[in-house]
């Protein structure tokens, strides 16, 4: 069994900023590629920011600059800090992690439950 657990959500001014955090626990031998998502009502997920186990990252390209994904190989964490927040980064934000466990005996995908994150003066 595999958890990821979101934490850092809330409700911020526009212009302010918010850090997440995904931690992934449970059976895990190994970690590749971690990432943040987001989600409007009605409108499909979409990806938000992507880094891998050696430290690279992507980006969308609405949040390229404001925010920046990092992660703790060690603690099994990744990060997502979000700088000049607008109106529309208002989502519902998932984190997502590439697991092997001995169990499965290769990657699966997994996600977290989602934090909601509300930019709105």
């Known amino acids: 069994q595999v958890q990821l657990v979101e934490s850092g959500g809330g409700l911020v001014q526009p212009g302010g900023s918010l850090r997440l955090s995904c931690a992934a626990s449970?059976?895990?031998?190994?970690?590749?590629?971690m990432g943040w998502y987001r989600q409007v009502p009605g409108k499909q997920r979409e990806l938000v920011a992507h880094?891998?186990?050696?430290?690279?990252?992507n980006y969308a390209h609405s949040v390229k600059g404001r925010f920046t994904i990092s992660r703790d190989n060690a603690k099994n964490t990744v990060y997502l800090q979000m700088n000049s927040l607008k109106p529309e980064d208002t989502a519902v934000y998932y984190c997502?992690?590439?697991?092997?466990?001995?169990?499965?005996?290769?990657?699966?995908?997994?996600w977290g439950q989602g934090t909601l994150v509300t930019v709105s003066s």
């Open positions: 997502n992690a590439d697991v092997f466990t001995l169990v499965t005996g290769g990657y699966l995908e997994h």
């Open positions: 880094i891998t186990s050696g430290g690279s990252a």
């Open positions: 449970g059976s895990i031998f190994s970690i590749t590629a």
